[in-house]
């Protein structure tokens, strides 16, 4: 405990963290603070400020004492010990010594589960996207506090929209592991936005798991590479969560002559060794399939460059290329294979 | 004295009499358009618009300079919504460094103008070439907000046409084909305007003009006798 006095700014920061932390979680809670862990219980459970004056309920249901006319736990504490042991049995003894400190009272350490699932009614049914989302806020801030205490992250939450007769999945990828209840609300706008609510929903549920360990990490002081990679990869998943899975990618050379088979894509940031050149010019434009074209409205200018290739994989190319000049001046990439001419670029 | 130079070293004053200074612009690799550009390239965290009046007079050719270098030096280039495939070999050839470049698709404009802000919200890019065939004036405004907010620089391809149109852009170049070289025409700097148009000699894959007229298509297959002595790729 001491620790945590001095991190969060003595014992009235630890409270003020805890009551804003459970108000988050739409609890209400009462707080209290004793020497030991008991008294602290009983305290939060009867209200009061000394144990002395707690009502009796808090230690005990025992209607005997009732009886007795005892009202308060500081008159239970003035009665001979012996006799009441005997009339109530050493439990509520031993729990009365707990609660002052004389016995004590060893607590296992809270072990929060590997995985999550939690559901939330909506105390009336939403059929407009914000309402979800401000109801999924109550799952993901216990998510996210799951997650730190567990120092891991998920890479994948499910939620599902449970609604009259049906229900919706909404599955939400991470690029990395994470715990960000910010990013976690950004992707699933993102992707309410694009499901169509036809029924009001009556309750969302959410589950994760296979966590994976997530360390906090300390930026540098002078830029930070992993932060630029870490802010890229958020903006991959963002678009991809709005514009689909292959609304993003990267560019890579292939060594093949053909031009069409010349190119691949590639994950956004992909490195590729195998950088390949080209013999001739190529077009920064490629028309992909290439235009066949009619008109004769075209002045080669260069050329022919021939290529042959790619008999071995059944998609033979024999064509003659040209750069020509189009009658609005600009410059094209043209072939000529048996079956007529074609564009299959631009000089941009 | 002090607060008044402040506010002229801030983008937010444009002096009429010199052309404005930026704090930071990454260099064209044109020589006579960086003479003639304020602080002498493209500027970073502002909006360009660059007019052509078709594909395939060397409109890009103005761009790949300053993003094989920008590349180079290990940072992002995004394209977003280009109008057809970009060519991984020529990119490469112009020395864009591809590991560094990403291809944003997005179908509709509202889509696109959408991915424009997430990726200059982002930070890792540093330019951002984006084509939009039409845009508003409202939508060129948030974009141009955006652009500010970030240090990319922000290269938006248009059609001629949009020149007339107002446009919160700081920087507006109209290209038209001039011969075997690209015209330039500055419609909108900050500072004093430009006068005439430059004619920047960009790299073209040929030169020589003036060859004989188009053949007529060839009966039978592309490969036939008499047409030796061509480089055979294979």
């Not at chain 1, 609604?163 to 910010?182: A, G, L, N, V, Y």
């Not at chain 1, 609510?197 to 959410?206: C, G, S, T, Y």
């Not at chain 2, 939009?132 to 004036?137: D, E, V």
């Not at chain 2, 020149?163 to 290209?175: F, G, Q, V």
Request: hydrophobic share 45%; glycine share 8%; with cysteine.
């Amino acid at each position: 405990m001491q620790g945590s006095l001095r991190h969060l700014g003595g014992l009235e920061g630890v409270l003020a963290r805890l009551r804003s932390g459970l108000a988050g979680l739409g609890c209400e809670a009462s707080v209290a603070v004793a020497a030991t862990p008991r008294a602290a219980l009983w305290l939060a459970k009867g209200r009061g400020e000394a144990l002395e004056d707690l009502p009796l309920g808090v230690a005990s249901g025992d209607p005997l004492l009732k009886s007795l006319g005892l009202r308060t736990i500081g008159e239970l504490l003035a009665l001979p010990r012996d006799g009441l042991a005997k009339r109530c049995g050493q439990r509520l003894l031993d729990d009365l010594d707990r609660a002052l400190g004389v016995l004590p009272e060893p607590r296992q350490f809270f072990l929060p589960p590997a995985s999550f699932s939690a559901e939330l009614e909506l105390p009336g049914a939403v059929d407009h996207a914000e309402g979800v989302l401000f109801a999924a806020r109550r799952l993901l801030i216990p998510l996210s506090g799951l997650l730190s205490a567990r120092q891991a992250g998920v890479r994948r939450i499910v939620f599902r929209l449970l609604q009259h007769k049906k229900q919706t999945d909404i599955e939400i990828h991470f690029s990395s592991p994470t715990r960000d209840t910010q990013r976690f609300t950004r992707l699933l706008q993102e992707k309410l936005s694009s499901v169509s609510l036809r029924q009001p929903v009556e309750a969302i549920r959410l589950e994760a798991a296979d966590f994976e360990p997530l360390h906090e990490r300390t930026s540098g002081l002078f830029g930070d590479a992993q932060a630029d990679d870490e802010d890229w990869a958020q903006l991959r998943e963002r678009l991809q969560a709005r514009l689909g899975a292959g609304a993003i990618h990267g560019l890579a050379t292939q060594p093949d002559h053909r031009p069409e088979s010349a190119w691949r894509r590639v994950e956004a940031g992909e490195w590729d060794p195998r950088e390949f050149r080209q013999p001739g010019p190529r077009p920064i434009w490629l028309f992909d399939p290439p235009r066949k074209i009619t008109s004769q409205d075209f002045h080669l200018l260069a050329g022919p460059e021939r290529i042959e290739c790619g008999w071995w994989d059944g998609d033979e190319a024999k064509r003659d290329y040209f750069i020509g000049r189009a009658a609005d001046a600009s410059l094209v990439w043209l072939y000529r294979q048996d079956d007529g001419w074609f564009v299959h670029g631009i000089f941009a | 004295m002090a607060a008044l130079d402040l506010l002229l070293q801030s983008n937010s004053v444009w002096r009429g009499a010199a052309p404005a200074r930026f704090s930071a612009t990454v260099s064209t690799g044109y020589a006579a358009l960086d003479r003639e550009l304020p602080g002498a390239g493209w500027p970073t965290g502002a909006l360009t618009e660059i007019l052509g009046s078709q594909e395939g007079i060397g409109e890009l050719q103005l761009a790949l300079p300053a993003l094989a270098r920008l590349s180079a030096a290990g940072e992002r280039v995004v394209w977003l919504a280009p109008p057809h495939l970009p060519y991984a070999p020529a990119l490469a050839a112009a020395g864009v460094d591809l590991a560094r470049l990403a291809v944003v698709r997005a179908p509709g404009r509202r889509d696109a103008l959408w991915a424009a802000e997430q990726v200059l919200r982002a930070g890792p890019c540093r330019a951002l070439l984006a084509w939009f065939r039409h845009a508003r004036y409202e939508e060129l405004r948030r974009l141009a907000v955006a652009a500010e907010a970030s240090r990319a620089c922000v290269l938006l391809f248009r059609p001629l046409e949009a020149s007339s149109e107002p446009s919160p852009a700081c920087l507006r170049l109209a290209l038209e084909a001039h011969g075997g070289e690209l015209s330039v025409r500055i419609v909108k700097r900050r500072g004093q305007p430009a006068a005439a148009p430059l004619a920047l000699t960009v790299p073209r894959p040929v030169h020589a003009l003036g060859r004989p007229a188009f053949p007529p298509a060839a009966p039978g297959r592309a490969r036939e006798p008499g047409r030796l002595g061509l480089p055979v790729h294979a």
